[in-house]
């Protein structure tokens, strides 16, 4: 399987996937790590919705009192992507992340 799973897809094709899953973290995680890739304006602000959409995701889980435990290979494959970062990721974005990625 390929590390980049959505390494073909354009950018129009990336913001239809994330409207699809966006209550998916699993995916949401895929689509943050691809779009760590990528450096257009446009995929630039899809990334900071992915993230948004991940922070309201989680709160939203622990606000319905279904508690969210990840097992500890999503724990891992999110902090991987976290701890890496982008190139573009603004400091703001990088000190977010990696408070996420050590929890």
């Not at 922070?55 to 606000?63: R, V």
């Amino acid at each position: 399987m390929s590390q980049r799973q959505l390494a073909n897809l354009g950018v129009d094709a990336l913001e239809k996937f994330f409207d699809a899953k966006r209550n998916n973290s699993d995916a949401l995680t895929t689509l943050l790590g691809e779009l760590s890739h990528r450096k257009m304006p446009r995929a630039k602000a899809l990334k900071r919705r992915v993230m948004d959409a991940l922070a309201f995701t989680k709160t939203k889980e622990l606000d319905d009192a279904a508690l969210f435990i990840m097992t500890p290979a999503q724990h891992r494959r999110v902090a991987e992507v976290y701890r890496k970062g982008g190139p573009d990721w603004t400091k703001e974005e990088r000190e977010y992340a990696s408070k996420l990625a050590d929890h």
